[in-house]
T-cell receptor, first 116, second 110 residues
């Protein structure tokens, strides 16, 4: 009963390096989200996906790319890491909304990323 | 663009005192959700409000959704040390577009 699994949990990068964060969910959810969390700024939406093969930009998409090749996986890529991207990254998934309401978001444990 | 403001940013209370956090959106929301994040943890869903003027209770927690569906509040009666954490509101303006408030961090003096 894993829910939402994020890998890795911690990573330190040098400026200019690239990396991919992986999010996997086993709840057959349609919607998946990537957020970053910085002190005092809450959760800011980077990119999201409403289904396999689809992605869309959130509030703060610059410097990030995403892919949703399989329904259960949502990848977040940093092509050229910058110190401003030091943050805690959370992935979340949720079921398809009904006409009246949305479904709860289920979050992973987060990835703590430091860029030197 | 849509903004969701949450106040206060921090609240430090004596155990047993009440606590309230407020959420205000710049646009009308289709529904609003509330989450709690313990220190070092991830956000966990608490509740969703859908209807104008809706009030829901979970034990000592009372959630309200404004008549205009642009504001919401979470009130905790007689706080306990287990209530420590950051409380976030999250507003939906459409089926997929969600904006989180900046959160209110609650700390408690035993």
């Amino acid at each position: 009963n894993a829910g939402v699994t994020q890998t890795p949990k911690f990573r330190v990068l040098k400026t200019g390096q690239s990396m991919t964060l992986l999010c996997a969910q086993d709840m057959n959810h349609e919607y998946m989200y990537w957020y970053r969390q910085d002190p005092g700024m809450g959760l800011r939406l980077i990119h999201y996906s409403v289904g396999e093969g689809t992605t869309a930009k959130g509030e703060v998409p610059d410097g990030y790319n995403v892919s949703r090749l399989k329904k259960q996986n949502f990848l977040l890529g940093l092509e050229s890491a910058a110190p401003s991207q030091t943050s805690v990254y959370f992935c979340a998934s949720t079921g398809h909304p009904t006409e009246q309401s949305n479904q709860p978001q289920h979050f992973g444990d987060g990835t703590r990323l430091s860029i030197l | 663009g849509q903004q969701v403001m949450q106040i206060p940013q921090y609240q430090h209370v004596q155990e047993g005192e009440d606590f309230t956090t407020y959420c205000n959106s710049s646009t009308t929301l289709s529904n609003i959700q509330w989450y709690k994040q313990r220190p070092g943890g991830h956000p966990v869903f608490l509740i969703q409000l859908v209807k104008s003027g809706e009030v829901k209770k979970q034990k000592r927690l009372t959630f309200q959704f404004g008549e205009a569906k642009k504001n919401s509040s979470l009130h905790i009666t007689a706080t306990q040390t287990t209530d420590v954490g950051t409380y976030f509101c999250a507003g939906y303006s459409s089926a997929s577009k969600i904006i989180f408030g900046s959160g209110t961090r609650l700390s408690i003096r035993p």
